[in-house]
């Protein structure tokens, strides 16, 4: 210290021998241990030592809650269900680290700065720790499992262990608790794609995955890459088999959801199948998200009939043979629909048959009328040996006058229905000893020794 530093601070005391003594007052404001000397300055500009070297040690004065320093990963940054730290060193009123012994009450408590109703560690209950003679410091060690924003707040009382002297420690923001890895047990899909409602073929369709960790929290960044199929469920009358939805229609949008978009095509149960790392994604007690795509609207040109002289060549036995073709309804996929007697009349209107007597159709032919169309809301028929029903359905039945090449012709205005127009060939059974004759003079008469004669016209049932 300078003369100029203890002006005011130094004052002279006179003894009763008459020598004179300086007394300094110091205030020292960092803490260590100093070693000085005493020079006293003469008038007449001599410096002489007094004393021996001296030694003073400063200690830090008591902890003040203000001054004190809050460290460790655990004050900004945390991973939901990983171990995470604070640090509290203790400061007197001049930042000077005070070293203790013992035990301090400290409370941390981090508040979500969305909802104020989740807190962690959760109870804000002071706690005594123990001084760490390691790191000189108070050492807060936690756990938490959600996820966010946070306002954190330490209070301590250091010396008295009192709660109700708690200050708290100021000079942080925010602490930040990461999601940890993605569980499939907790990550969901929602949606319509992957809802209750019927879905129609043809359409297409969304729905979005939320990525979620063990603790449920939603992954804030993306990464994963996810698989999506359809499977038909067991006994489903799917009409197409298992499908994929290709991965330019699942959307990464990096911030833990993922939104997916396809387009059934086959009517029918489906369990829409999730899977990241190849492990799935499904609700409780199921093996994916079940849904259930219907046929869309009526395609014409999606129908299809079928029947003998549509789709196989047949045998006639007769001009009374009636046969009977079914018409069934579609939707732009193929899938059945179950029509609600809308098409009669459109069916009559649009159906033609003709049969000619070569395989190519010119010339004179031979048409036939009078089919009768007919709407099934139920309709069992068997193919094979295995019977079915059928619903919304339609029938035409028609009696061939003839032989040869069958064409039918089924359209609405210039569109045809699937396969339109069919050629068949329409051949007899057999002859017919009803529709065949014989005629000629050796039926009609003749004399004992001149030779006569009569022809045989074979005939099947219906030439």
Do not use: C
Request: charged share 15%; no cysteine.
């Amino acid at each position: 210290l300078s003369a100029t530093e203890l002006v005011g601070n130094l004052v002279r005391v006179r003894d009763s021998a008459g020598f004179s003594t300086f007394q300094a007052t110091l205030t020292p404001t960092v803490a260590g241990v100093y070693s000085g000397l005493v020079r006293l300055v003469a008038a007449a500009g001599t410096t002489t030592i007094v004393g021996p070297p001296l030694t003073l040690t400063v200690s830090a004065g008591d902890p003040v809650a203000a001054k004190t320093v809050v460290s460790g990963q655990g004050i900004s940054t945390a991973e939901a269900g990983r171990p995470a730290q604070v640090v509290v060193a203790m400061r007197d009123e001049y930042g000077n680290a005070v070293e203790l012994e013992g035990t301090a009450v400290v409370t941390i408590l981090f508040v979500n700065t969305l909802s104020a109703s989740i807190t962690f560690p959760g109870d804000g209950v002071p706690r005594e720790l123990v001084w760490d003679t390691t790191v000189l410091a108070f050492v807060i060690d936690y756990t938490t499992t959600v996820a966010g924003d946070f306002a954190a707040e330490v209070r301590i009382s250091p010396k008295t262990g009192d709660a109700a002297t708690l200050v708290s420690i100021a000079g942080y923001t925010q602490t930040t608790v990461t999601p940890g890895e993605i569980d499939v047990l907790r990550t969901t899909a929602t949606g319509a794609g992957v809802g209750n409602a019927p879905l129609v073929a043809g359409e297409r369709t969304t729905f979005t995955i939320f990525a979620a960790d063990t603790y449920g929290n939603q992954l804030r960044s993306g990464g994963a890459i996810f698989s999506v199929s359809g499977v038909p469920s067991s006994g489903s009358n799917s009409a197409d088999a298992r499908f994929s939805v290709s991965a330019s229609d699942i959307i990464d949008n990096e911030d833990g959801t993922y939104s997916v978009a396809y387009t059934p095509s086959g009517a029918g149960d489906y369990f829409i199948e999730i899977s990241v790392s190849g492990d799935l994604i499904h609700p409780p007690d199921q093996t994916g998200y079940p849904v259930t795509v219907v046929a869309g609207s009526a395609s014409f040109d999606k129908f299809t009939l079928e029947g003998p002289g549509v789709d196989a060549d047949t045998t006639v036995s007769g001009t009374n043979t009636s046969i009977r073709l079914i018409l069934q309804p579609r939707d732009e996929s193929g899938n059945a629909l179950v029509d609600q007697d809308q098409l009669a009349d459109d069916i009559r209107q649009g159906l033609v048959q003709r049969i000619f007597p070569l395989a190519v159709p010119s010339g004179a032919f031979t048409l036939i009328t009078s089919q009768v169309v007919t709407y099934h809301a139920s309709l069992i028929t068997v193919i094979g040996s295995i019977s079915t029903t059928r619903q919304g359905v339609y029938t035409i039945d028609y009696t061939p006058t003839a032989v040869g090449f069958l064409q039918t012709v089924l359209s609405n205005g210039t569109v045809h229905i699937q396969g339109s127009p069919f050629l068949r060939r329409l051949s007899s059974s057999g002859v017919s000893a009803g529709a065949s004759f014989a005629d000629g003079p050796g039926l009609q008469g003749t004399t004992v020794g001149f030779e006569t004669s009569f022809l045989i016209y074979l005939r099947d049932a219906a030439n």
